[in-house]
Structure formats: C-alpha cells, structure tokens
C-alpha cells in the first residue's frame, strides 16, 4: 500500500504497474475518474491534500508578496502551464497570499489534532 501525489505514480498507474484504490481528496482526480474518493468508500473526515505553495520570509514587505503573487498568478494562468500541470496530475488553483495562509492554518490545525489524538511523538 502506498500514499503518493498523482504525479508520482500516474506513469506506473497507467503502465498497469499500480493500481490506484482511493484517491484522498475532495473529488475525484480527472486524469483517474474511475477512482473514487476516500469519502464515497465511506471513510468520512479522513481527507488528506498534498500541495505546493509559494511561500516567502515572515516579515516580506506587502508590495513584494503582491508582486510575486501577481506574477506567479499570471504565469498559472498560462494555457501551456494548466495543460502541463493537469497531465501531470495536479489541479491548479489560483489562491491569494491570505488565502494561501488560511488554508495552510487549517491543515496545521488539522494535523496536529491527529497527531495528538493518535498518541504519535513528534521528535525535534
């Protein structure tokens, strides 16, 4: 059994090498419609994202957080970029510094309540 990024094993997927059980997001993965989620296998709250931000030093001035984020906004909006990163496996979203921010709170959030429930050590 394994948990990985579509992008890591769509090739091996395809190839007939794996075979993809669940997907664990929110919705079913275009590149693997037949794939259903963890969800509608029945395993509610169990929900879990990968995924890749832009991040820069706490402290950025705002003007130049806005400027990387205009221009990294435009360049996801290139065809050519969506139609790679989508074969790729990966679904772009265009979310703002603070939205970007809020979503990364709740995953920590998230997390560490897992974390905590399950009894795990984290070691520093």
């Given at each position: 059994?394994?948990f990985?990024?579509?992008?890591?094993?769509?090739?091996?997927?395809?190839?007939?090498?794996?075979?993809?059980?669940?997907?664990?997001?929110?919705?079913?993965?275009?590149?693997?419609?037949?794939?259903?989620?963890?969800?509608?296998?029945?395993f509610?709250?169990?929900?879990?994202?990968?995924f890749?931000v832009?991040?820069?030093?706490?402290?950025?001035?705002?003007?130049?957080?806005?400027?990387?984020?205009?221009t990294?906004?435009?360049?996801?909006?290139?065809?050519?970029?969506?139609?790679?990163?989508?074969?790729?496996?990966?679904?772009?979203?265009?979310?703002?510094?603070?939205?970007?921010?809020?979503?990364?709170?709740?995953?920590?959030?998230?997390?560490?309540?897992?974390?905590?429930?399950?009894?795990?050590?984290?070691?520093?």
């Amino acid at each position: 059994m394994l948990f990985a990024n579509p992008p890591d094993v769509l090739g091996h997927i395809r190839a007939g090498k794996l075979r993809a059980i669940v997907s664990t997001g929110p919705k079913r993965i275009p590149l693997l419609p037949d794939v259903p989620t963890i969800a509608e296998e029945g395993f509610h709250n169990a929900e879990s994202v990968s995924f890749f931000v832009v991040a820069a030093p706490r402290g950025t001035p705002k003007e130049v957080v806005s400027r990387l984020y205009a221009t990294f906004s435009k360049v996801g909006k290139e065809p050519e970029i969506r139609k790679r990163m989508i074969e790729l496996g990966t679904e772009p979203e265009d979310k703002s510094p603070e939205e970007s921010a809020a979503f990364i709170d709740t995953q920590a959030a998230k997390w560490a309540r897992v974390i905590k429930e399950s009894g795990a050590k984290v070691e520093e």
